[in-house]
């Protein structure tokens, strides 16, 4: 298992205070998949590790899911990496999916999905900040209407009044639940108006 994870054997005996970071990430990927399991779920795997380890721990994730024919669920606030290491993206707000799509699809339709694009800009597209404003609300007493819309910058009355139902986008297998989505032309980096 140490082989397989890329751990050199002399670190077998070691304590974890021994270990550096993305070396104790490598041992906790290799007791996960001590059980030869077919599901992996990975939430925030790479979430305290600096970004050239980062890489090199969403590398062997890679490698692992297609030598070992692994199903992968990614969990991470970073939708960018989320797509990378996604065939299909899920967004959720408040344990609710707001939108769903292939990770090769670009053009994010929720605006909650549009301010995660935001929140983690690419090296090779600019991209403003979306700032969420207005209060969070509570998980266990969600508020009435669309959950997200107390942080909304395009919320209004119907949002306040009923929880939208899925739309379909025009890429097959893309949907999200907005009564007022970002337009479809839109690329996931471009900003919006000022938040109400």
């Known amino acids: 298992m140490m082989a397989l994870v ?3 054997r002399a670190l077998a005996d070691a304590l974890p205070g021994q270990l550096s970071g993305g070396q104790r ?11 030869d399991p077919d599901l992996v779920v990975a939430d ?3 979430s305290a590790l600096d970004v050239s380890v980062r890489a ?3 590398n062997l994730l890679l490698d692992l ?7 992968l669920v990614f969990v991470s606030h970073d939708i960018r990496t989320v797509r990378r290491m996604s065939d299909r ?13 292939p990770a090769a699809e670009a053009a994010a339709r929720h605006p909650y999905t549009r301010a995660l694009f935001s929140a983690t800009p690419g090296l090779l597209t600019r991209a403003d900040p979306i700032p969420l404003t207005g209060p969070v609300p509570s998980a266990t007493r969600p508020p009435g209407g669309c959950p997200f819309r107390t942080r909304c910058w395009k919320a209004d009355e119907v949002c306040a009044d009923r929880m939208p ?10 949907r999200f ?12 980096d471009a900003h919006p108006r000022e938040p109400r």
């Open 25 to 35: 990430q490598r041992v906790a990927i290799a007791r996960a998949l001590a059980l």
């Open 44 to 46: 925030e795997p790479t």
């Open 6 to 8: 890329g751990l050199p």
């Open 177 to 188: 639940r907005c009564h007022h989505p970002v337009e479809e032309d839109q690329p996931a």
């Open 89 to 101: 993206v899920i967004t959720m707000y408040l344990g609710r999916i707001v939108e769903e799509s």
């Open 56 to 58: 090199q721990i969403l």
């Open 65 to 71: 899911k297609e030598r070992l024919g692994l199903a």
């Open 165 to 174: 139902g899925f739309s379909a986008a025009s890429v097959p297998g893309h």
